[in-house]
């Protein structure tokens, strides 16, 4: 059973538009939700994250919406340019005991933005 | 400054080789974590160690083993490879006080 459920598994927008992935999770636990971004090749690099005591924020381009009520959170690129083209990871992290975090990933949604 | 390392890049194998791979780190992070990724599935943790000489199992354990002999490797051992080991690995680490994680980038095995 997949902890943290992602949507679209791909999206492809123009030049400029605001593509929005969406992730939900059921376990009030996790305490630390961050975005990662993958290009072909490379591992994954932290984009973005957010905590459950606040509603938005906001890093450049990059905004996290995080709605606790719903458990649910999404991620906006304002502006979005082909080099945004790159597969997106939502994940939650939880504490495992001994002030160690496990992460749980969603799916990924690989973004395509065109010219 | 090379942060995480892994070796090799890609890698083939027959079904029940073995194989071991290596992360390393220059960071001197405590945590390390292993991770592998398969379409649809994003990444779904092997195991992880939270110091030199320990390690725990995750999510998706078996089948394989893993050492931390060293602060800086985390190792991955595969005893006797199956096709359902096809996958990307990588590798991650992180220090205790901050929740980023630093990946690798990636091995990719294949199993026939």
């Known amino acids: ?115 | 400054n090379a942060g995480v390392t892994q070796t090799p890049k890609f890698r083939v194998l027959k079904t029940g080789q073995s194989m071991t791979l290596l992360c390393a780190q220059d960071m001197n992070h405590e945590y390390m974590y292993w991770y592998r990724q398969d379409p649809g599935m994003g990444l779904r943790l092997i195991h992880y160690s939270v110091g030199e000489g320990t390690t725990a199992k995750g999510e998706v354990p078996d089948g394989y083993n893993v050492s931390r002999l060293k602060k800086q490797n985390f190792l991955l051992g595969l005893e006797s490879a199956a096709p359902s080991q096809t996958s990307v690995y990588f590798c991650a680490c992180r220090r205790p006080s901050v929740y980023e994680q630093y990946f690798g980038p990636g091995t990719r095995l294949t199993v026939t």
Not at chain 1, 31 to 47: E, H, I, N, S, T
Not at chain 1, 85 to 112: D, E, P, V
């Open chain 1, 1 to 115: 059973q997949q902890q943290v459920k992602q949507s679209p598994q791909s999206l492809i927008v123009q030049k400029g538009g605001i593509p929005i992935i969406n992730c939900a999770y059921e376990n009030t636990a996790f305490d630390y939700f961050p975005w990662y971004q993958q290009f072909p090749g490379k591992g994954p690099a932290l984009l973005i994250a957010i905590r459950p005591d606040v509603s938005e924020k906001k890093e450049g381009r990059f905004t996290i919406s995080f709605n606790k009520s719903a458990k649910q959170f999404s991620l906006h690129i304002m502006d979005s340019q082909p080099g945004d083209s790159a597969t997106y990871f939502c994940a939650a992290s939880i504490n495992s005991g001994y002030n160690f975090n496990k992460f749980y990933f969603g799916s990924g949604t690989k973004l395509n933005v065109k010219p």
